[in-house]
T-cell receptor, first 116, second 113 residues
């Protein structure tokens, strides 16, 4: 059974389009995240939601809008796609933090977005 | 200074070699430390947490030096299957809050037969 799943796995689209990436976790975790890994392989957090509420919003263009309909889902919608948005986007989830910062994050398989 | 810095490598080693990776972090308030492993075109996965007293998991040993803000990973008797990128990760969470993970750019290891 897949713990953290993302769809689609690959997304090729034209500049200016709007697209969404979906993420679901069946681990019962309260917190979910979106990360971006660029061509230089640098993995950086974009957003974090805890039980459907936004708790981390890094410096990300407002063309990116996360939506959490319930705590098992965190979708990422991107408006007006630009060439620089091409990257691999990873969703992740983590259980409640019992000891500060000690919880593991479980990553989805990634969505490879290519903007032409 | 970058928040988490690692030597990007690549480290090319023969099977059976011992290899060490180093990492430094800039935020002295950081509380938790990890090594993640990422295979080519795959997602990162937790390899091990790093504790102040140092910890070992089979062939892997992690060390933390808070005074120097330095983390290390030692791999003994390296296997072909150890070939991957090793990510140094720091969590700046305060107690009871979900902090974010800050990833280093990773150190690429290639183990050759």
């Amino acid at each position: 059974d897949t713990a953290v799943s993302q769809t689609p796995k690959y997304l090729v689209t034209q500049m200016g389009n709007d697209k969404s990436i979906k993420c679901e976790q069946n681990l019962g975790h309260d917190t979910m995240y979106w990360y971006k890994q660029d061509s230089k392989k640098f993995l950086k957090i974009m957003f974090s939601y805890n039980n459907k509420e936004l708790i981390i919003n890094e410096t990300v263009p407002n063309r990116f809008s996360p939506k959490s309909p319930d705590k098992a889902h965190l979708n990422l919608h991107i408006n007006s796609l630009e060439l620089g948005d091409s990257a691999v986007y990873f969703c992740a989830s983590s259980p409640p933090m019992l000891v500060a910062g000690s919880n593991e994050q479980f990553f989805g398989p990634g969505t490879r977005l290519t903007v032409l | 200074r970058k928040e988490v810095e690692q030597d990007p490598g690549p480290f090319n080693v023969p099977e059976g070699a011992t290899v060490a990776f180093n990492c430094t972090y800039s935020n002295s308030a950081s509380q938790s430390f990890f090594w993640y492993r990422q295979d080519c075109r795959k997602e990162p996965k937790l390899l091990m947490s790093v504790y102040s007293s140092g910890n070992e998991d089979g062939r892997f040993t992690a060390q933390l030096n808070r005074a120097s803000q330095y983390i290390s990973l030692l791999i003994r008797d390296s296997k072909l299957s150890d070939s991957a990128t090793y990510l140094c990760v720091v969590n700046s969470a305060r107690w009871g809050s979900q902090g974010n993970l800050i990833f280093g750019k990773g150190t690429k290891l290639s183990v050759k037969p």
